[in-house]
């Protein structure tokens, strides 16, 4: 009895310190890269959304679903991460229609240019933050690169010892839990840096998207008919990267055949009242707060007035949740606005 | 399937737990298919090859031995019916037939060696010879695969077939149980050279789990994993860094990479052969040790005593041995003695035969100038070294320092000098590099090269360096303990509490500070190139 309580003791003891090591060395994305922080949020939202946003920057960095809320009323979750592939689009979808039900999917359509696991650093900004389910083993299986290994996504230990010689505060500070770095999916940028020539986009070989992200793009439309779901097709109004004509005409017959509705974004900037010397932060790649408000209230009136997306702001619950995401997305407009005058970048010191 | 993969630490879960499910008596025979499982994943082509060298040694062994076994039976009944002359031909004869066989099959494996390894290097010396006469057309290269491990098991087997041959032991019955012992997993990639009366001793035996076996094996297995992964494939960075920018990095660094580097082939050798072993000891088979803490050795014989010892027995007795003793050496022996006097004659063939061994030894570890010159390199040093022994003498009868830990100090630090100079041949390109970079220590060497930044410019940090550091003072640590006994019983004694951390200890060290995974690039254990 007593070699087995030992045995057991023993046990508890080493895996306690393997969990512990494993949460001390995960990175936590708390600075500097807060992308990959941002698709564990969405668990910590109670509410059920109208709308989800399921995509790349071009939608996390594009949209304010605060300004959506206090505008339109209008309920809704940023499912977004960098360089964010088809396939964990649409498993992120899935597991999100397993989870609530959504009126709209809105999807943006640049990572159909991606027919293969792009980078390993950007998987794990969009996979390490969803919970255990099948869909988040098939997004790992459809993502993985070739020097990439599925244990290393169950046994984060295995893929993160290395940042023993990198570890700072953060790391303790947060190794138990993670402040928000987003406003319901939005990251938020206060910043301006005009757009100013902006490159063409080259001529490709091939303009033919993948079979793999047709075969995604697919499954996510039959995915959201079954449940009973509008999917919507996007295109960000940002400069770059480039959007060929080839794919957007793709995009169009797609949607056409398949009785999507699909939005250019890129063709509507006039009605956007976009003005790239001041509605970009970077050059033209992604919209600053200005402008995802611009192009937020173009959005919010569409999901309104042709996809019938109520106002819930007389919900109180709802109010209760979205007053705490507004007093924090006014204080970071604070913040970025006075290290902006301060130190001329939105970073305050300690960031930097 | 390299050893500090995912993959193969899956595959030893699976076939461990197996083993020791399975009836005792399937044990062997699943061993054997697990072997040629290991052997399939890595490429299924190099199943032919070593099916060849098992099917054509387990037959030539057999028949030998049943040959030797019916004769003597037939000639202990019969020997009176002949006369001594009559006796001795028909002695003669018998192993006549018996060497025939013998050399058929020892020549057909070591063709397929040679053939396999040694082609483009001997096209491409024929090319460089017809260069130097004016002829740019040479001959083409060959695609071959070379078979993982091949060096091992043909050496493995071909020592069986000459131990068969010279009556050591009989034939092994059982063609699977023979291919078993030439394809057994754990040590098929880089060795152990196992000898088949020691390994087959436990190889077939049935095994129980016995906790303390399995503990044991496990504690071995950790602790090479610690050995590679911290130690060598972090020092790793450091070594190639060095070699791949000889401009940069010569004089001092030239010589704190051959340091590197002897450090890194320490690590990475025993540090496989402690998981090859780890490994079988947890089936409750016992293989060979290959090390005796070598760098701790004070002349180079003695070093190469310590160090892959089943390779250095195995030329030894396998190659110096029976030139020594040929009907050539003797009569160059008798030879010399009469041209050169006896003292200097006797030399002659015992040289003659250490250069052969040592040509042999450095070729066999790869097929380039470099490990030749290696090999015969070690034969100059042990040659010197042998015929200083008067100078050395005269030296202990005038200075009394022999004893002294000051004096078995310096022995060690010049043995490891040593061996990490001629190490230097396995680093760099070619053999002119290497001397030139050898020749850089003594020339260009200087203070100004002793600062941080350009090590921290070879690619590992301030705290990799740390930690290679630290791991080399727990090597050493553990080194000197073992010379009292083993180690790991001394643990075994301890209290259960402080052996759960030093092993946890060890886990964890391993676990996070083992150069492995993304950004580290998967580092083949050097020995499995040979």
Request: proline share 3%; aromatic share 18%; hydrophobic share 45%.
């Amino acid at each position: 009895m007593k070699k087995f309580i030992a045995i057991i003791l023993s046990l508890v003891i080493a895996l306690t310190g393997i969990f512990l090591a494993s949460k001390l060395l995960e990175p936590k994305y708390m600075s500097g890269i807060l992308e990959g922080a941002m698709i564990q949020e969405y668990y910590d939202d109670p509410t059920d959304h109208n709308v989800v946003f399921i995509g790349d920057c071009e939608l996390y960095e594009n949209i304010s679903p605060v300004y959506l809320w206090e505008n339109y009323g209008i309920n809704s979750y940023i499912r977004g991460s960098a360089q964010q592939l088809i396939w964990q689009s649409y498993y992120l979808a899935e597991e999100t229609v397993k989870m609530e039900h959504p009126d709209v999917i809105v999807f943006n359509v640049l990572s159909m240019k991606y027919n293969e696991p792009q980078n390993e650093a950007y998987n794990r900004m969009t996979l390490d933050g969803m919970k255990w389910s099948s869909s988040k083993v098939n997004s790992i299986n459809a993502s993985m690169t070739d020097e990439e290994n599925f244990i290393e996504y169950v046994f984060p230990i295995l893929r993160y010892h290395s940042r023993w010689s990198d570890l700072s505060a953060d790391d303790f500070k947060y190794m138990f839990h993670r402040d928000k770095v987003s406003f319901n999916g939005y990251y938020m940028r206060v910043d301006v840096k005009a757009a100013e020539d902006v490159p063409e986009g080259r001529p490709l070989a091939d303009y033919q998207f993948g079979d793999n992200s047709y075969y995604y793009l697919d499954k996510l439309t039959k995915l959201c008919k079954d449940n009973d779901v509008k999917l919507v097709l996007v295109k960000a109004p940002t400069l770059y990267p480039y959007w060929y004509d080839e794919w957007d005409q793709q995009i169009k017959d797609y949607a056409s055949a398949n009785g999507l509705d699909y939005i250019n974004f890129l063709e509507l900037q006039d009605e956007l009242g976009l003005d790239w010397s001041q509605d970009t932060y970077d050059g033209g790649l992604h919209l600053n707060l200005a402008g995802a408000e611009k192009l937020s209230d173009y959005v919010g009136n569409m999901l309104t007035t042709e996809y019938g997306i109520p106002d819930r702001r007389d919900e109180s619950a709802l109010n209760e949740y979205w007053d705490k995401v507004i007093e924090r997305y006014n204080a970071e407009i604070d913040r970025q606005t006075t290290n902006l005058k301060l130190y001329g970048t939105v970073h305050g010191p300690e960031e930097q | 399937m390299l050893f500090t993969s995912y993959g193969f630490i899956g595959f030893l879960l699976a076939v461990f737990v197996l083993y020791y499910l399975i009836p005792k008596k399937m044990q062997w025979p699943f061993l054997l298919i697990a072997s040629y499982i290991f052997y399939f994943i890595a490429d299924p082509r190099y199943l032919i090859f070593i099916a060849i060298t098992t099917v054509t040694t387990f037959y030539g062994a057999k028949v030998i031995s049943d040959k030797k076994v019916a004769f003597d039976g037939w000639f202990k009944e019969h020997k009176k019916e002949y006369e001594k002359e009559e006796r001795k031909a028909l002695k003669a004869k018998e192993h006549s037939v018996e060497k025939k066989i013998f050399l058929a099959c020892l020549l057909f494996n070591l063709g397929i060696l040679a053939v396999t390894k040694y082609t483009n290097f001997t096209i491409a010396n024929i090319n460089s010879l017809l260069a130097a006469f004016g002829r740019a057309d040479g001959i083409s290269f060959v695609d071959l695969i070379i078979p993982m491990g091949i060096s091992f098991y043909t050496f493995q087997s071909m020592g069986y077939l000459i131990d068969v041959y010279n009556g050591k032991h009989e034939a092994q019955d059982n063609l699977f149980k023979f291919a078993l012992f030439v394809s057994f997993f754990p040590q098929l990639v880089q060795g152990p050279i196992s000898r088949y009366h020691d390994l087959s001793q436990t190889l077939y035996a049935e095994h129980s789990f016995n906790w303390k076996t399995v503990s044991f094996g496990l504690e071995r297995i950790l602790w090479g994993f610690f050995k590679k992964l911290v130690i060598a494939d972090r020092i790793l960075v450091a070594v190639q860094a060095i070699i791949a920018d000889t401009d940069t990095y010569n004089g001092f660094y030239a010589f704190a990479g051959a340091m590197f580097y002897a450090l890194e082939l320490y690590a990475d050798f025993t540090g496989g052969i402690d998981i090859t072993i780890g490994v079988a000891e947890t089936m409750g088979i016992k293989v060979t040790e290959n090390f005796i803490r070598p760098y701790f050795s004070k002349n180079i014989k003695e070093y190469w005593n310590r160090w892959h010892i089943t390779m250095g027995t195995w030329f030894t007795d396998y190659i110096f041995y029976p030139i020594s003793a040929s009907q050539f050496m003797m009569k160059l022996s008798k030879k010399s003695r009469a041209r050169l006097g006896n003292n200097l004659g006797k030399r002659v063939p015992v040289y003659l035969s250490s250069f052969i061994v040592w040509f042999t030894t450095g070729i066999w570890h790869g097929a380039s100038w470099n490990f030749i010159v290696w090999g015969l390199g070690n034969f100059v040093v042990i040659m010197i070294s042998q015929e200083l022994e008067p100078f050395y003498r005269w030296f202990h009868s005038k200075v009394h320092v022999q004893g002294t830990f000051g004096w078995r100090l310096f022995q060690v630090v010049r043995t490891v000098l040593i061996m990490s100079s001629l190490r230097m041949f396995d680093c760099y390109r070619d053999v002119p590099l290497t001397f030139k970079m050898f020749g850089s220590i003594f020339s260009q060497s200087s203070l100004s090269q002793l600062n941080a930044e350009a090590f921290i410019g070879m690619g590992l940090t301030g705290f990799d360096y740390l930690v290679v550091f630290i791991g080399m003072l727990i090597l050493v640590t553990v080194s000197l303990i073992q010379r009292s006994g083993c180690v790991r019983e001394k643990i075994y004694g301890l209290a259960a509490p402080v052996r759960f951390i030093i092993w946890y200890g060890l886990f964890m060290a391993t676990l996070v500070f083992g150069a492995y995974g993304i950004g580290y690039s998967a580092s083949q254990f050097i020995y499995n190139q040979f």
